[in-house]
């Protein structure tokens, strides 16, 4: 098992400019999220899903979309970017969604908007 | 909402012990999770307590109080590679783990 894959690992854009962070994982896992990790403000929940068809948004969700077409893939899109969303994203799966249990991360986007 | 509170930095000794403390206020309760991050890579999973008391693994454990909101994380027999952040995370329910800013443990020689 590959568990949870990101692409791409590394991300430069300009102001203004959409894209869309990959997230996969190959677990059969039900639960996924995605989180930003910034310099002394730890992991902030942006959106997450408990299935396929369901999301729902997190401590932060503004400025991004979240989709889940299928228990595998849950992709993050970036509207319009601004440089407040410079930041590390990791995505996370755990195996079911109605308790809460040990979140498997992928190895993180490090975007940077200018 | 959840408010999570643990020291931001640490310092220690190689071969030694630390105690690592986290509180922590919830709206709901399934749980708490701690977190291992190196620089520059994803979180991995440590330790997970449900019920209070102390959970052994290995040089790590990790003990719960429910009743107080604390946890604490404790490592032993300190080696290098320990030096990381370490993430207090209580979890609510199906809308995931709430993360605490993290505890940068330094680890000296």
């Known amino acids: 098992n590959a568990g949870v894959t990101q692409t791409p690992k590394f991300q430069v854009l300009k102001t203004g400019q959409s894209m869309t962070l990959q997230c996969a994982q190959d677990m059969n896992h039900e639960y996924m999220s995605w989180y930003r990790q910034d310099p002394g403000m730890g992991l902030r929940l942006i959106h997450y899903?408990?299935?396929?068809?369901?999301?729902d948004q997190g401590e932060v969700p503004n400025g991004y979309n979240v989709s889940r077409s299928t228990t595998e893939d849950f992709p993050l899109r970036l509207l319009s970017a601004a440089p407040s969303q410079t930041s590390v994203y990791f995505c996370a799966s755990s195996p079911l969604a109605e308790v809460v249990n040990e979140q498997f991360f992928g190895p993180g986007t490090r975007l940077t908007v200018l | 909402g959840q408010n999570i509170d643990q020291p931001t930095e640490m310092t220690a000794t190689e071969g030694a012990i630390v105690q690592i403390n986290c509180t922590y206020q919830t709206s709901g309760f399934n749980g708490l999770f701690w977190y291992q991050q190196h620089a520059g890579e994803a979180p991995t999973f440590l330790s997970y307590n449900v019920l209070d008391g102390l959970e052994e693994k290995g040089r790590f454990s990790s003990f719960l109080s429910r009743s107080k909101g604390y946890s604490y994380l404790l490592l032993k027999e300190l080696q290098m590679k320990d030096s990381a952040s370490y993430l207090c995370?209580?979890?609510?329910?199906?809308?995931?783990?709430?993360f605490g800013k993290g505890t940068h443990l330094i680890i000296q020689p």
């Open positions: 995370a209580p979890g609510g329910g199906a809308d995931g783990l709430t």
């Open positions: 899903s408990v299935g396929a068809g369901i999301t």
